[in-house]
């Protein structure tokens, strides 16, 4: 054995790969042929020692072929009394760990292959897996974890690099370019007054000031660039101005029309006598747009980088010295895209850097706009494996002293720049092996007190730059520092940006931060700040909307005689929301746009200097979730990419950590298969939904509902990709008849309810407690053949007419046939309503999800958009797929559920897939008896009346809806229990309070 092995190195460090793959094979061959002369624990042993041997080697392909010759000729039967077979699963787990642990298997073509196998091989042999085996498994986990998020933070910030200047506005000696030049007189001095306060607030903004302040800027130097007979000298500087505004617009608020407005109006001033310096300005504005455009996904990136390029350079061919003062932060842009289109083009990205930076240097001046952008450039070919080494550390020292020149305070780009100095020390200290952790996480903490008296945008870059360093070093505590920061700076970040697509592109960006946030603080046991990174990173859109609506605010306004500014707030609101709506139109303007923002930020102001309560603000501490846990426990529930895991608040005390390991980001995602409809596959059966619940149940809920979330009701916040799984539903069928199988669902013990957030969950509290039993008034509406479906709902008049008995007696009439319409005209009316129709849901595009009214498909964006808020108490949605959420975007929990949190509901059920309607019929009309006859909480009602369809036999059902006897007839036994299968009563999940 030792001999065949060494053989098979020696030919392969010799390069003979041919030969050492036929050597190989023969002796993997020759084991298993021998098999029955030998023990298979010997011949388990070999071949862990051949994977081993050719991991170690670098032969990865060899390894992955055996490994996956090797799968299917596991034999898993009575693993606990065969010792041979116990020590062969044994070995080829950790041959596949000894394969996933090595770093050229990231991305490697039979990786994934690899990884499922030896998943497979731990689900099945898991009571006899080694001590060495499970911490074999954790560590690869993390290792593989680490590198992939430091890959993602990676092409993140290649795009942040290309698409974002090294600085928020223009540099400081373009800027004093114009105004060397401005010596006004007269009737000029006002004129040039009105620039400088412009400047002023330009400035303050750019380190950092309240955003708002630049709402009426731009529209005041357009004003005085109109003005007739104004001194050339003083349109030049206002000219500047507007661009620089333009830039600090589009750098804090993502707002590109900014920069192609003011590009518009200089366009016009270039056309002038005077005006034709400012030409390169506008140029440089298209250019920057242009850039700004490459951050959208589907955009056409090859035609955004060849206008970008096309007006960079004809900004460089403009011959004035405007244009000559410009020409570092021109070069750098060519530099950046040239890479971000071709890696391999770095030396030339550098070479031209190092132009743009001779064009800047002068006797007084040792910095340029051109600095930050090859100090980058020289850190990421210093990384390169074609560098020569004695080249590499020219090239980190040459980073450092560029990048500490433009790292003072003074310093517009300071923040970007201290971020290039880290990047380029963390490398000086990797090369020469004196790498000090403690010494270069100063250094982090450094750069970060620093972006904080600038933009968000720089904060957030910073942030991320901080957690891709401290994700290489593997040490828990300081990836845990790192990624709190950078989760409590992305809802900033959102809140500064007026418009909804650039908070969404915020958050979406930061998509996976806030699990793994969550992991690594666990990690370093610091779970009140795990729970704080989980709850800041959930819903956060939705948050906000909340908070600046919820009717608390009001009555909080009310009591201290000023209701009039929770008016003013909603007004402005409604602006907003108008304003938005004509800038996304072709001719639209940002200008009306910036006004409208300003005026919200302006009333939540007023409201927080009366209240002490920002309306805006969305700042999170540990007392805002416990303060959610008055009706029992609320658990956070995330995957990470090393694993699962779950967070347990139940009071003031530390939460309770529990480890999920099967419940890593990957498994999950597979798993979503099982549930989700998704575009261009195929349904999921009910077996396939079924066999995911049960993993579900064995690999994570079970112990976590039986062992540490117990109580009358338990709240799930289930984060990331966990938020697209009905983990409410979780279990194994069992009978009812049957005691030991009784308790296997999630339900069992504990009434299990879902949040966006435990802020959503207290302020659902407070519309629930703001609405009393006489307060709420019930509509109820049927659709049985919906628009655009296929077969009808037999059962919903059934229901719909119970349910309204059991409210009022038969005063209340259901509304059958429901048109849209009606529907919009009569539902706001009242705090109950209770939908039974057809609906569809679109996983992949979530807002095109629908409800299927008698006259109309009408959408979840169409929902949002006709309806306003005001409080309410339940919205019943007995309709399909009414509880799947978005998967673009997980964490914010876009769905019917979260659209009526949004108009004001207090609590929802939905449904998470398609339901049967005559057993839904029997579970809403037991839920409504439940609630309104026998006062249950409606959590509490809504498992009790799934227990109870659960275990109902056809008697029962007859007895309850005896109109629908004559179907139920049809299969089902006199005493049989027709729905004891979780597909009919475990669809429907409630959310909120």
Avoid at 233 to 241: I, K, M, Q
Avoid at 382 to 394: F, G, K, N, Q, S
Avoid at 827 to 851: F, K, M, Q, Y
Wanted: a neutral charge.
């Amino acid at each position: 054995m030792q001999l065949s092995v060494w053989s098979y190195k020696d030919a392969y460090g010799k390069g003979a790969t041919d030969e050492a793959a036929r050597l190989r094979r023969g002796f993997s061959r020759s084991l298993w042929e021998s098999l029955e002369s030998r023990s298979r624990a010997t011949t388990a042993f070999g071949l862990y020692r051949l994977v081993s041997s050719a991991v170690e080697m670098g032969d990865l392909q060899g390894a992955a072929e055996e490994l996956l010759d090797w799968h299917p000729l596991l034999d898993f039967r009575a693993l606990e009394e065969d010792n041979a077979r116990r020590t062969d699963v044994r070995n080829f787990i950790s041959a596949c760990t000894a394969f996933l642990g090595h770093a050229g298997s990231i991305g490697f073509p039979l990786e994934i292959a690899v990884d499922e196998a030896m998943m497979d091989a731990v689900e099945r042999a898991e009571s006899v897996l080694t001590v060495e085996n499970i911490e074999s498994l954790k560590g690869v986990r993390r290792r593989r974890a680490r590198t992939y998020e430091a890959s993602r933070l990676e092409q993140r910030d290649l795009l942040q690099t290309t698409t974002e200047s090294d600085e928020a506005g223009l540099s400081d000696h373009v800027r004093r370019t114009v105004s060397r030049r401005d010596r006004p007189r007269g009737d000029a001095r006002s004129a040039s007054k009105r620039v400088g306060r412009a400047e002023h607030v330009i400035a303050s903004v750019r380190k950092g000031g309240p955003p708002d302040a630049l709402a009426g800027v731009i529209g005041d130097l357009v004003t005085v660039l109109s003005e007739p007979g104004l001194a050339r000298a003083v349109c030049l500087r206002a000219a500047t101005a507007l661009a620089d505004a333009a830039l600090v617009v589009n750098q804090v608020h993502d707002d590109p029309a900014a920069l192609l407005s003011a590009a518009a109006r200089l366009d016009q001033f270039a056309a002038t006598a005077d005006g034709r310096p400012v030409r390169s300005l506008a140029h440089m504005l298209k250019a920057r747009a242009a850039m700004a455009a490459l951050r959208d996904q589907t955009a056409d990136a090859h035609a955004h980088i060849a206008t970008a390029v096309a007006e960079w350079n004809r900004a460089a061919a403009n011959a004035d010295d405007l244009t000559e003062a410009m020409l570092p932060e021109i070069h750098s842009a060519l530099a950046r895209l040239l890479v971000f289109q071709n890696p391999d083009e770095i030396d030339t990205a550098i070479e031209s850097c190092r132009t743009g930076r001779r064009h800047g240097l002068r006797r007084w001046r040792a910095a340029t706009a051109a600095d930050t952008t090859l100090a980058r450039l020289l850190v990421w070919r210093a990384l390169r494996p074609d560098t020569a080494p004695e080249d590499r550390e020219a090239m980190v020292d040459e980073a450092i002293r560029l990048s500490r020149r433009q790292s003072r305070p003074w310093h517009a780009g300071g923040a970007r720049a201290r971020l290039a100095l880290n990047e380029a020390l963390s490398l000086r200290d990797a090369l020469s092996g004196g790498a000090d952790q403690n010494r270069r996480a100063a250094d982090w903490r450094k750069a970060e007190r620093l972006a904080g008296g600038a933009s968000t945008g720089d904060r957030l870059r910073v942030a991320e730059a901080w957690v891709a360093w401290s994700v290489g070093t593997g040490d828990a505590d300081l990836i845990a520092e790192a990624y709190e920061r950078l989760v409590s700076a992305v809802p900033l970040h959102a809140a500064t940006r007026y418009r909804s697509a650039a908070k969404d592109e915020v958050i979406a960006g930061a998509q996976e931060h806030t699990e793994e946030a969550g992991y690594w603080l666990s990690r370093a046991r610091r779970y009140r700040d795990a729970v704080v990174a989980l709850e800041t990173g959930r819903a956060v859109k939705l948050s906000e909307i909340t908070a600046r609506d919820r009717a608390s605010m009001v009555d909080l306004l009310t009591r201290i005689g000023d209701p009039s500014l929770a008016a003013r707030l909603a007004n402005a609101l409604a602006t907003l929301d108008d304003e938005e709506r004509g800038a996304s139109a072709p001719s639209g303007s940002s200008t009306h746009l910036q006004q409208a923002w300003a005026d919200v930020t302006a009333a939540a102001r007023a409201i927080a200097t009366a209240t002490g309560t920002d309306p805006l603000a969305l700042a999170v501490d540990y007392d805002d979730v416990t303060a959610a846990t008055a009706d029992g426990a609320v658990v956070y529930i995330a995957a990470a990419k090393a694993g699962g895991y779950a967070l347990v608040v139940a009071s003031g005390h530390d939460p309770q950590f529990v480890d999920l390991p099967r419940f890593d980001r990957a498994t999950i995602e597979r798993l979503l298969d099982a549930f989700l409809p998704r575009q261009g596959k195929k349904p999921p059966s009910p077996d396939r939904r079924a066999a995911g619940l049960k993993w579900l149940w064995d690999n994570g809920m079970r112990d976590l509902m039986l062992d540490h979330a117990r109580g009358r009701v338990v709240t799930l916040v289930p984060v990331g990709l966990l938020g697209l799984v009905p983990l409410h539903a979780a279990g194994d069928p069992g009978d009812p008849d049957v005691l030991r199988e009784e308790w296997r669902h999630a339900s069992h013990f504990s009434a299990v309810r879902y949040a966006p957030n435990a802020r959503a969950l207290r302020w659902g509290r407070e519309t629930a407690d703001h609405l009393s039993g006489p307060e709420l008034s019930l509509f109820a509406a049927s659709v049985q053949r919906g628009h655009g479906s296929r077969s009808p709902l037999f059962a919903v008049v059934d229901e719909t007419n119970d349910v309204a008995r059991t409210w009022k007696a038969g005063t209340t009439t259901p509304h059958h046939e429901c048109t849209w319409a009606e529907f919009r005209e009569n539902a706001p009316e009242h705090n109950v309503w209770h939908l039974a129709c057809h609906g569809r849901a679109i996983p992949d595009a979530i807002l095109a999800s629908t409800l299927h009214f008698s006259d109309s498909a009408v959408t979840l964006r169409q929902m949002l958009a006709d309806f306003g808020l005001a409080p309410r108490r339940l919205a019943v949605l007995s309709a399909c797929e009414s509880h799947m959420t978005g998967i673009a975007n997980p964490n914010e929990a876009i769905g019917l559920p979260s659209a009526m949190i949004q108009l004001g509901f207090a609590g929802v059920i939905a449904a998470a897939w398609p339901t049967s309607d005559l057993a839904t019929g029997y579970l809403m009309a037991r839920f409504h008896r439940y609630w309104r006859q026998e006062g249950d909480a409606p959590v509490i009602a809504l498992t009790r009346a799934q227990q109870w369809l659960r275990r109902a036999t056809r008697s029962e059902l007859t007895a309850l809806l005896p109109g629908l006897s004559p179907i139920l007839e049809m299969f089902a036994e006199e005493d049989a229990r027709p729905f004891a299968d979780p597909v009919y009563w475990a669809a429907f999940a409630y959310t909120g309070v």
